[in-house]
């Protein structure tokens, strides 16, 4: 069973060496301060790419509800919502996008970025050169040697000019059919 699919299950118990079953927690603010950072942190995480909820991350939300229900015991009431309308409670707005989540988040998605930009673009260029075929017989040591030359160039365009570089060749105009306009 994936772990996904035992968490989203209310028959599987904690392991029992553990000692997690009806485990309270004795938390400070600041304690507390950090788990809702840590919430809202894995609400990015299973939620920010999707327009709706998926089913598996239920137990993750309920367990929010949870812990953003204890924010007024620990004079956090300014930082969590309750909306009578449907019932929940959500981070407010000045927690959302200003809290210290938001600083983790944007440092992370600035560097996943560079990051995967630059080894799509190696691993395409590799490809280019040497072909599918020969790429996927090459061992991982000799991969990381072939790929090297490339990272460092990619690597080096990007600290020095960002995107500013990177252009499409074979698209010179955007808009729709009718309204196209030049790029450049």
């Not at 000045?94 to 992370?108: N, R, Y």
């Not at 690597?155 to 060749?169: K, P, S």
């Amino acid at each position: 069973m994936r772990q996904r699919e035992a968490l989203a299950r209310d028959d599987v118990a904690a392991p029992e060496h553990a000692g997690l079953s009806g485990v309270k927690l004795d938390l400070t603010r600041a304690e507390y301060l950090t788990l809702l950072i840590a919430m809202q942190l894995a609400d990015w995480v299973l939620h920010a790419h999707q327009a709706d909820e998926a089913d598996e991350t239920q137990p993750f939300r309920a367990l929010e509800q949870k812990v953003f229900a204890l924010a007024g015991d620990f004079g956090c009431e300014h930082l969590v919502e309750y909306v009578e309308e449907d019932g929940r409670f959500y981070a407010s707005a000045e927690f959302d996008e200003t809290g210290p989540a938001m600083e983790f988040i944007e440092e992370f998605e600035n560097e996943s970025f560079w990051n995967e930009l630059l080894e799509r673009l190696v691993e395409r260029d590799l490809l280019r050169q040497l072909g599918e075929k020969t790429v996927e017989g090459l061992d991982p040591e000799e991969r990381e040697i072939r790929e090297e030359p490339y990272r460092r160039v990619y690597g080096d365009e990007f600290a020095t000019h960002g995107v500013d570089r990177l252009e499409i060749l074979d698209q010179r105009y955007v808009g729709d059919a009718k309204n196209k306009r030049k790029l450049s």
